[in-house]
């Protein structure tokens, strides 16, 4: 923990929103000083996402203390921001728990809060939530806190994703009160990318900010036409305010701004007379700055997007020493190693140059690498494209945002047979973002695809294998899945060898139980027969390598040679076990009494933790494949522990 708290007079007296409203103007202002000062703490002892938040404490406060939460519905996209939001909402007391097992969630989440209308941890999706609650409530739907007003606030980053467009299309349609603010901070997780930036910028960059913030002082006059009293005098003014019609206004919307988002006066006044005026849809820009108000997120080159914990008199962050290199760098160093031979190699990010290791590849081969912002869909037709454009495209997205892509992979991708490599990170269970964030179904959506290949990395030489192996894959869809995080420590070979489509290996030979895991629990299923081996139980372990297609000799082999096979893979139900096991009883070894097993994860969503309390949540951990061996068997657990 830090050591000293800072001081927060006036944060001290709010347990709830309500409690602003009798602060004047100027005290919101200092208020927004204190939320400031309590979220750099919070996060310097727990980690988290540090500079989207400080990026929008004056909107947080200035959104609290100007409407009603929570009967007017406040809908944060991607919601890595909500932290100020939750030391407002009653939370504050809870924050030092964020992100923990127990405690409270990273992002919004309805049964944590009614201050959370609705949850989020993937981007775009605040401006149709929203527009949902603006109909419900024009149609009557009342739960329990009424229905207000319904705000939206989405970042520049999240703009890049199509449902935002989507949302806006219907929005302006449908002409119902619908309040959008756009936080445009010119920032994603990286710089952000692409044409739609560009038009945010130049809806800014020419202007005089010192003046329009003058002009903001009177804040009708930031409204366009249909809510002016001095309808010509504010004309006027909006002609100097926007570059003619912004494409938000032909979409439907009424456009206020570009406004200082970090300016509470300007913003208050806004917000107002938004709240009393608007009518229609209306969208407020609001240009603010990641990390605003903590020097060592200003000046870092991601705004301090998600930290560790850290010193707040440094800045310096604490990370945990790594004894092996991570998955994504081995990835990342393999596909870049590939590419120098292979000219016709590209590689596709969708915003997270740097979680999926693309940023090293984009530096070696810049014209060979696209960032197509917040846009998995495109960027699985995109890579579609140019596979049947004759290039080799990777396509690597963590595999909780490949969902977005679902119907591109079938319809773009697999019916047509391209030879799109689909390099799935943060595949299983990944710790502090929780259940928004797991990558539990890619095996089972991407294994029932006719044509498709799907394999799963046991550790961080095998993934060297399975790059060189989709390289090589020419005919088809490909995809290889792998963890968030250090790999296992084995040593990494130079080049990787090019496996055989639909053979798994064997590991230890051994008798009466095998164990077939798919993926990175391996080294727990290793684990789990080291003790089990000290208790005279040695069973077969084997790497099934490809969900898709199975290695059938060698299932059916362990099926024939063991009195009870078990398959482990990190995923849901319907994936690599359910494979095996339509094998199985296709081929009618069922009906000569095999014994089978399939550990998945269980049929919930499972809450932020470290990632082995998750696992152990899932019960997959070493000592749960030692119960499920001791169980198939018939073996006690207590007397065997005995033994
Ligand atoms: C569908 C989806 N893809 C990728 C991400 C990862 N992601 C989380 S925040 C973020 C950047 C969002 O940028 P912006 O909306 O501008 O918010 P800021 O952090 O700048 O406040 C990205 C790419 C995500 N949450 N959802
Ligand atoms: C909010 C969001 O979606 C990302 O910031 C995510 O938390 C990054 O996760 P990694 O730390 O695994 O890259
Ligand atoms: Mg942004």
Not at 120 to 138: P, Q
Not at 284 to 301: C, F, L, N, V
Request: with cysteine.
């Amino acid at each position: 923990m830090n050591a000293s708290r800072p001081n927060t007079p006036l944060l001290d007296q709010v347990q709830s929103p309500e409690d602003m409203k009798q602060f004047s103007d100027a005290q919101l202002c200092q208020l927004a000083d204190e939320l400031r000062q309590e979220t750099i703490s919070v996060v310097a002892d727990t980690g988290g996402h540090l500079g989207a938040g400080l990026g929008v404490v004056e909107l947080t406060t200035a959104i609290h203390a100007v409407f009603d939460t929570p009967k007017d519905r406040l809908i944060w996209d991607v919601s890595h921001q909500c932290y100020p939001h939750k030391i407002l909402t009653g939370r504050r007391d809870q924050m030092r728990t964020i992100r923990q097992g127990g405690g409270l969630s990273g992002f919004t989440k309805r049964n944590e809060s009614p201050f959370d209308p609705f949850g989020a941890a993937h981007s775009s999706t605040s401006i149709s939530a929203a527009l949902g609650f603006a109909v419900a409530r024009d149609l009557g739907g009342a739960p329990e806190h009424g229905l207000g007003d319904a705000i939206a606030v989405i970042g520049d980053g999240a703009l890049s994703g199509g449902m935002a467009y989507e949302a806006m299309n219907n929005a302006g349609h449908l002409g119902k009160r619908l309040i959008v603010v756009l936080n445009d901070n010119d920032m994603s997780i990286a710089p952000p990318v692409g044409a739609m930036s560009s038009y945010l910028s130049r809806l800014y960059a020419g202007e005089p900010f010192q003046e329009l913030k003058a002009a903001a002082k009177g804040a009708v006059s930031l409204l366009p036409e249909p809510f002016q009293d001095g309808a010509k005098r504010a004309r006027d003014m909006l002609k100097h305010m926007t570059v003619g019609g912004t494409l938000f206004e032909q979409l439907g919307f009424s456009y206020v701004g570009p406004i200082d988002g970090h300016d509470m006066e300007q913003l208050l006044n806004v917000l107002r007379t938004v709240k009393t005026r608007a009518q229609g849809p209306i969208l407020i820009h609001a240009i603010t700055q990641k990390g605003k108000g903590y020097a060592p997120a200003e000046s870092s080159a991601d705004k301090y997007h998600g930290v560790s914990k850290f010193d707040v008199i440094s800045g310096k962050q604490h990370k945990a020493p790594s004894n092996a290199p991570s998955y994504t760098s081995i990835f990342a160093q393999s596909l870049i190693k590939a590419a120098e031979k292979d000219t016709k190699i590209t590689a596709v990010t969708a915003a997270m140059p740097d979680g999926t290791g693309l940023d090293l590849f984009a530096e070696r081969f810049p014209n060979r690498c696209f960032d197509v912002g917040i846009a998995e869909q495109h960027a699985v037709t995109f890579c579609g494209g140019m596979a049947a454009g004759g290039l080799k495209p990777f396509c690597a997205l963590y595999s909780t945002f490949l969902q977005r892509g679902y119907d591109q992979i079938v319809h773009d991708v697999a019916i047509q047979r391209l030879p799109v490599r689909f390099a799935i990170d943060r595949a299983g269970l990944v710790g502090a973002d929780g259940a928004t964030h797991a990558g539990s179904f890619d095996i089972a959506f991407l294994a029932n695809l006719p044509g498709f290949v799907v394999m799963a990395a046991a550790d961080e030489a095998e993934l060297v294998h399975m790059v060189a192996t989709a390289v090589a894959l020419d005919d088809r869809p490909s995809a290889f899945r792998f963890p968030r995080g250090s790999g296992t420590g084995v040593d990494i070979p130079d080049k990787g060898s090019v496996l055989e489509i639909g053979k798994g290996r064997m590991i230890a030979k051994g008798s009466k139980v095998a164990i077939l895991s798919f993926g990175a629990r391996l080294s727990e299923v290793e684990k789990a027969c080291e003790h089990l081996g000290a208790k005279g139980i040695t069973p077969t372990i084997a790497d099934a390598r490809f969900a898709k297609p199975l290695d059938r000799d060698m299932i059916l082999q362990l099926a024939a040679d063991h009195e009870a096979l078990i398959t482990v893979e990190e995923g849901a139900v319907g994936g690599f076990g359910s494979h095996v096991m339509q094998l199985l009883s296709d081929e009618g070894v069922f009906d000569h009494g095999l014994k089978f097993r399939s550990m998945v994860f269980p049929d919930t969503f499972i809450d932020q933790d470290s990632p082995a309390k998750m696992y152990a949540a899932a019960a997959m951990n070493a000592d749960d494949i030692e119960a499920k061996v001791l169980d198939v068997l018939g073996v006690g657990q207590i007397n065997a522990r005995a033994n």
